[in-house]
């Protein structure tokens, strides 16, 4: 692969064209990176707050009132509500999966169906979660199946 970058002052939006034999899985997974919007939420971890990106989070859920945000090695705690992360991951990979948890769906490594039309979802780290059949649909959706 041939990266080129041309600097233009008259320019005033990024413009990107990819050049390629042909319009494979691979140029739709580098064209998703590339306008996949990307935001940071702020955890803490005992006194300590820390910026988080969106590609690093797992899931967020909501236990006791309180909001957790699940990374490969750490469990951060936020100051947000789910339905407040919900509105400002829109447009992402994020999906609400039941009434306590949103899913980053580019962390799901394997579906399965189960009993009442539920879906156990299993992570890349090993985690397992229940997506509710009123989440199911949409969660489908996003993966394209």
């Known amino acids: 692969m041939k990266i080129k970058i041309i600097e233009n002052p008259s320019i005033q939006e990024v413009e990107i ?34 910026k988080i990106s969106s590609r690093d ?30 509105e400002k991951l829109r447009g992402t990979r994020f999906s609400r999966i039941n009434k306590s948890c949103i899913m980053n769906i580019k962390k799901l490594e394997k579906v399965k169906g189960q009993i009442n039309g539920r879906l156990l979802a299993t992570l890349y780290n090993g985690e397992k979660l229940i997506i509710n059949r009123s989440y199911v649909a949409d969660v489908k959706r996003k993966l394209k199946i």
Not at 57 to 68: G, H, K, L, M
């Open 57 to 86: 989070i797992y899931y967020f859920e909501c236990v006791d009132n309180r909001t957790y945000i699940y990374c490969e090695k750490n469990v951060y705690q936020s100051n947000m509500k789910l339905y407040e992360l919900e």
């Open 17 to 50: 064209h990819i050049l390629c034999k042909e319009n494979n899985e691979y140029i739709k997974k580098l064209t998703e990176c590339l306008t996949e919007k990307q935001i940071t939420i702020t955890g803490r971890i005992e006194n300590e707050y820390v």
